[in-house]
Structures are given as structure tokens and as C-alpha cells.
């Protein structure tokens, strides 16, 4: 789980942050009122308790007996989409939709006033003015992509980063404009999407996600939160659970399988390699 801090109330380049209830257009702060959210009539909307699994570093290992599959939207070999595809798996694409990250193909195409403070404990990347309309088009391309590979959803991450030190003075209100914004431009293509993490944000934002995917909700003692997807909407919320030593796994998974509103959770380690316990 990225680490909350608190929000910087200046933009990167020294101008004042739009209130609350007001989303940043063109350099002005106009009021924001949500269209009704785009729907997918296919799109994979998966019932609590779903199984998964979640590898982004590696090459991925197609063996475990699962429904979904969460894997790199760059890196992963198109054979390899095609294997589990023909297993029967859904295949879900991750993209950072918050941040920049160096390594990246596209990293270039980032405006540099678009880019933000740095993300605490990971090197290489920045928080992403999610305002900016040269932002919003690379997104557009990476869900194109997702299509274009034959992903079956996308996982978006870092889509909090007006609850952390972003550098450029996000608020709330843009966050929920550009979570939506994700969600109906995935929707748009086909594609089922998920809600990373953003706990507070949950309510206001079910209505355009297909499912949720939370990091560490047992060790911050919040997963009950997610009784919004899982009870409420009938849909899955996938949880990761991390260890820094394989080894522990086990006393790990002892410990918070069965918490929380019938989550889909694993054990992980950080790198999110192959290694994986799910609770069952």
C-alpha cells in the first residue's frame, strides 16, 4: 500500500489548488458535476470470492488454477496472454494511471509540467497532474493498448494521489473526476476495470467499477471497508497481503485469511513475483 501523506495545498508550479467540489480545466477551477457513468454491458464483473492471481515481475507463471490473472500491460509476451487465454483465465492489464514512471516506453510523452513530486519508496516515479489533458490522451492509448494486446480489464493504479504529497495540489474532487474519467474511457473499449485502493473514495465511486483491488487493508484494520463492493454491489474485492520474507507466508496467511466482507485475498511478496498463497 502506498503510504497516505498529507496533500501539498500548492500546485507544483506555485498556484493556488482548486477547492473542493471545483475540478482544474484549462488553468481554471470550474465546478464539477459527474455524468451518469458509461457501462459495458460484456465487461467481467466477477462475484466476491473469485480467485487470482497477481504477478508483475518475472516471467509469469501461467500454472496456478485460477480465474483471473494480473499482469504487467507492457512487459508480458503476447504468448504468454494467449496461454492463458486458452487455459480459460481473464487476463487483467496493470497501468500506472497516477504516476510517471521512468522506465516506461511512453515516459517521454509526459509533459514535464505534468509531473509531480516523487513517490515516496519507489524510485523512478512521480505523481501525475491528472488534470492535464496531455495525461488524459496517454491514458487513452494505454487502455487502447489493453484492447489492441487482448486484455480483458485493466488494473489502474495509483489513483489516490490527491491523499498523498502529490506536488501538484490535487483534491478530491479531481480524484473522483479522474477515476471516473479511467473507468468510463475502459468501459468505453469493453474492458472491465478496477478500483485500486482510495478507501474513502469507495462510495462515490462503485458505481463505474467492475471490482476492487485493495494492498494491506488487514494490516491497516479497514478491511471492512470493502463491504461497499463485496456486500453492497455483489462484486469481487481482490487483497494482497505482503511479506518481506517468503518464509513467513503461512503465519501471515493464519493470520488475516477470513478477514474482512469475503475478500479474494493472497499473500504476496513485495516484488510481486510468482510466489503466491491464497487464503481459501
Known amino acids: 500500500m502506498r503510504r497516505v501523506l498529507p496533500a501539498l495545498l500548492l500546485s507544483a508550479c506555485g498556484g493556488a489548488a482548486c477547492p473542493e467540489g471545483q475540478v482544474r480545466r484549462d488553468g481554471d477551477c470550474t465546478d464539477y458535476s459527474p455524468d451518469p457513468p458509461v457501462t459495458a454491458a460484456d465487461a467481467w464483473r466477477p462475484a466476491p470470492g473469485t480467485t487470482w492471481q497477481w504477478q508483475l515481475s518475472g516471467t509469469v507463471d501461467t500454472s496456478p488454477d485460477v480465474a483471473m490473472f494480473d499482469i504487467d500491460l507492457f ?28 522506465w516506461r ?24 497532474d491528472i488534470t492535464d489533458g496531455t495525461v488524459r ?82 494490516e491497516y484494520d479497514e478491511c471492512d471497508r470493502l463491504a461497499v463492493f463485496t456486500e453492497d454491489a455483489g462484486l469481487a474485492a481482490f487483497h494482497a497481503e505482503y511479506v518481506d520474507d517468503w518464509a513467513d507466508a503461512p503465519d501471515l496467511a493464519a493470520s488475516v485469511c477470513g ?21 481459501e
Open 105 to 128: 516506453e511512453d515516459a517521454g510523452d509526459f509533459p514535464e509540467e505534468a509531473l509531480g513530486a516523487e513517490l515516496e519508496g519507489w524510485p523512478g516515479e512521480r505523481w501525475l
Open 259 to 279: 478477514v474482512g466482507p469475503e475478500l479474494s485475498t493472497l499473500i504476496k511478496t513485495w516484488d510481486l513475483g510468482p510466489e503466491f498463497l491464497a487464503c
Open 75 to 102: 512487459d508480458v509476451p503476447d504468448a504468454t496472454l494467449a496461454e492463458l487465454h486458452e487455459a480459460g483465465r481473464t487476463v487483467i492489464c496493470y497501468f500506472s494511471a497516477g504516476s510517471w514512471e521512468d
Open 137 to 218: 490522451e496517454i491514458m487513452r492509448q494505454r487502455l487502447d493498448l489493453a484492447v489492441e494486446r487482448g486484455c480483458d480489464g485493466v488494473e489502474p493504479d495509483n489513483v489516490d494521489g490527491y491523499a498523498n504529497a502529490n506536488g501538484l495540489g490535487l483534491n478530491a474532487t479531481e480524484q473522483l473526476d479522474y477515476n471516473r474519467f479511467i473507468a468510463d474511457e475502459a468501459h468505453a473499449r469493453g474492458l472491465s476495470v478496477g478500483l485500486k485502493n482510495d478507501l474513502d473514495q469507495l462510495e462515490d465511486l462503485v458505481d463505474w467499477f467492475d471490482w476492487a483491488l485493495n494492498e494491506s487493508c488487514a
